[in-house]
């Protein structure tokens, strides 16, 4: 499953378990080996399609009638790929995705075959895997299939469990001899890519699902990640192992890795495998598929320092979109729009775990929009924030035409107008605005878009300049003629325009860049260069007026500078502007770049 716990567990202790292992994560299987090892074409794009997870996890009434996690079975994939195929294959959508607990009975009671690898559950899937991918199949659609990581317990037998295709070589010759468990759930035992047995046991795995035809696995309790750290729960020789094995098969499968892995192994990631979970489930566990507040609003805080990760032949995957049922999926409208719009504009895999056999109008309408699947399916880049991760948030991404895709979001929980500026994106003048959700062309606008949007509401643009690239003046933060106090000090980074930044903002420090000249009194868009490994704050003031407090977004590393840009009202002439961290602890600043004109 997406986030499953398998223990050997009595029935009772086991489904306490699997609920708490839920709450933690999930994953769905589909092999897949990086573009350099495998077909060009494989993950060019962000995958689409459908996965089961959702409703298995969910309490909504009707769809788990034989206990939790029941949903999962043949009869009911049958149903979702006949639907996907007469709804959604014309735009794109073209996964079926078997997540966890395909071999496993209702009391969670798994099945192996006589290696030690996972068997369909005769009760769940009584035509067996091959069958169902087969049908899959038949309909031009692709099949997904969903593991976990390392060897799972109920498979170990003892240490006397022989490997498939591999003379002398048990399930003891495996995995380490203390027995170490790993996986977000630990559920399974450690694999020790140190013995040469154990690439043979990922092999076996490999040329299992390969055989039965599977284009995707989903391989889940991947670490560092899934809310584990440390050596026990290190998974990159894992990933490794199976990039080679699925290799190996010659059948192009896409290996999807879940779930928060460690941003840190990003590199990993990209190279062994075609796309990663960067944050936990998205569902809710709850009587819908997911709510709000549960982590569907999570992604506009944690999807931003992945960004430079995304291309072709790997994706930030940011999870099931579930905007097509209406009162199943637990959201407002304007919710779902933003929540299809930030998978949209980020590049993520697009698939949904909607039922799709009841897909109210609202949600067809945003599931198969074709101006905003071109936005995650074409050559534009992902879009990340241009303004603070505050509430009334701008993202924008330019695109190779020279246009730009800008999305503005309402993340409040009352109404707000928001607004892009056409500086804060680099450009002076006018602009052709075109609103792709709505289809509509919004004629030339001056100086910036604003719209009035609902709680957590937003709009989608493509802005098309037809003014001039703005001039602006630099101030690096360094600058002797700046001022420091508290803790702020200069540092050496290499990523950093002038080679340094100012760090240690916190607890009081700060740092005022000093004579700061404009031409006339206005508001102007400043842009701020900065470095945070993680979402940090600042309150901004000039002229030791009164501040505002920005929450800047993570840049993903403290090596890497990223750029925001913050309306300030300056003076005709020179000012002073402060970044202030408080109590707590500030962004490291760069730069900044001041407009020569408001």
Same mark, same amino acid.
């Given at each position: ?24 994560? =999930?994953? @769905? ?9 495998? +077909? ?28 939790? $996690? ?16 007469? &709804?959604?294959?014309? $735009? ?37 895997? &091959? ?6 199949? +038949? ?20 240490? &006397? ?10 399930? +003891? ?11 977000? #759930? ?105 709510? #709000? ?21 790997? #994706? ?26 930030? #998978? +949209?504009? =980020? ?26 699947? =071109?936005?995650?399916?074409?050559? @534009? ?38 607004? =892009? ?26 100086? &910036?878009?604003t719209d009035a949007l609902p709680a957590h509401g937003s709009r989608l643009f493509t802005v098309t300049p037809h003014g001039s690239a703005l001039a602006f003046t630099g101030y690096e933060a360094e600058s002797s003629a700046n001022t420091l106090a508290g803790n702020a000090s200069v540092a050496d980074c290499s990523a950093c325009s002038g080679g340094k930044k100012v760090g240690n903002l916190y607890l009081g420090g700060k740092l005022t860049v000093n004579d700061v000249v404009v031409p006339k009194a206005g508001t102007y868009q400043v842009k701020i260069a900065y470095v945070s490994g993680d979402a940090r704050s600042a309150a901004v003031s000039v002229d030791g007026g009164g501040a505002t407090n920005h929450k800047f977004p993570s840049t993903g590393d403290w090596g890497t500078v990223e750029t925001v840009s913050v309306p300030l009202t300056l003076k005709a002439g020179s000012n002073t502007i402060t970044f202030d961290s408080g109590t707590s602890y500030a962004p490291d600043i760069d730069r900044i770049d001041v407009p020569k004109s408001s």
């Open positions: 499953m997406r986030s499953s716990s398998y223990s050997a567990l009595p029935a009772r202790t086991l489904r306490a378990a699997v609920v708490l292992a839920l709450a933690a994560g =999930a994953v @769905t299987v589909a092999p897949a080996a990086h573009a350099g090892t495998t +077909a060009p074409t494989l993950a060019a794009k962000p995958y689409m399609g459908w996965s089961s997870w959702s409703m298995q996890s969910s309490k909504y009434p009707g769809l788990n009638p034989d206990g939790d $996690y029941s949903y999962l079975t043949e009869a009911n994939v049958t149903k979702q790929t006949d639907a996907l195929a007469a &709804k959604l294959k014309k $735009y794109g959508y073209d996964h079926v995705n078997i997540d966890a607990g395909w071999w496993r009975d209702t009391t969670w009671k798994p099945e192996y075959d006589q290696y030690g690898r996972q068997k369909a559950d005769p009760e769940r899937f009584p035509s067996g895997m &091959k069958a169902v991918a087969d049908r899959i199949h +038949a309909k031009g659609l692709k099949a997904g299939i969903y593991l976990p990581a390392g060897l799972e317990k109920e498979a170990y037998g003892d240490g &006397k469990t022989p490997i498939w295709n591999a003379d002398g070589c048990t399930t +003891a010759d495996i995995v380490y001899g203390d027995l170490r468990t790993t996986n977000g #759930w630990d559920s399974s035992y450690k694999l020790d890519f140190s013995r040469p047995c154990t690439q043979k046991y990922i092999d076996s795995q490999a040329q299992l699902i390969a055989g039965w035809g599977y284009d995707f696995l989903k391989l889940d309790g991947v670490g560092p990640g899934s809310g584990k750290s440390g050596d026990q729960y290190d998974n990159v020789a894992d990933v490794a192992a199976w990039n080679k094995a699925i290799a190996a098969t010659g059948r192009p499968i896409h290996l999807e890795l879940s779930w928060s892995l460690d941003i840190g192994h990003a590199a990993d990631w990209k190279k062994y495998s075609n796309g990663w979970r960067i944050d936990t489930d998205v569902e809710c566990y709850c009587n819908t598929l997911v709510s #709000w507040e549960n982590s569907v609003d999570d992604r506009w805080d944690d999807t931003p320092g992945w960004t430079r990760y995304a291309g072709p032949g790997g #994706w930030n995957d940011l999870d099931s979109l579930d905007v097509g049922n209406g009162a199943m999926d637990g959201l407002t409208k304007a919710e779902r729009q933003s929540y299809a719009t930030l #998978w +949209a504009i =980020a590049k993520s895999p697009l698939f949904t775990g909607d039922d799709l056999t009841r897909l109210d109008s609202y949600g067809l309408s945003l599931l198969t929009n074709k101006e905003v699947i =071109a936005l995650d399916q074409g050559a @534009t880049p992902p879009a990340r924030p241009i303004t603070p991760s505050d509430p009334q948030q701008v993202w924008a991404a330019k695109n190779p035409d020279g246009s730009y895709t800008v999305a503005l979001f309402n993340l409040a929980d009352s109404p707000a107008s928001v607004s =892009a500026s056409w500086a804060s994106l680099g450009f002076t003048g006018t602009a052709s605005v075109r609103d792709l959700w709505n289809h509509e062309n919004l004629g030339s606008l001056k100086d &910036k878009v």
